[in-house]
């Protein structure tokens, strides 16, 4: 085990994820997590299949406050091949909301997440049941 997984890792296991270990990059730039998590940057093994699975994030301005959009266009075909499900992270990585979707009701992977008040950087993740975990970042 090299020694920048090994403090990551360790990281990881006490829950306390303070910095990134490359300062100033993000994971959406940074191939810190290898090809457990592809990124437009980063698109590994299925870098033929980025445009699919890649989340797209839109703020969306509603009624009752900033929300945000997050899309994959990603074929919801039964449970063949779907969208597991979309996550949200604000920029300490912490969950700030995840949507599961059911291929059998679900005809597209969208799904609307409020944000309240938060702003700043917001990453979400789209997870394909073949094509694993795609990661993509904006700010809100
Ligand atoms: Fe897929």
Redesign the pocket.
Known sequence: MNRRFFLYAGTVATGAIVTFPSMGKTPTSHNVFGNLIFTADRPGRFAH?AK??LPIITPVDTPQGQTIRVETN?EMNGYQ?Y?VKHQIFDQDYNLIDEKLFNPKIEKKPVSLFKLDDYSGLIYATSL????DLWLAQATV
Do not use: Q, T, V
């Open positions: 299949k699919s699975h990603h091949h969208i394909c049941n073949k094509h």
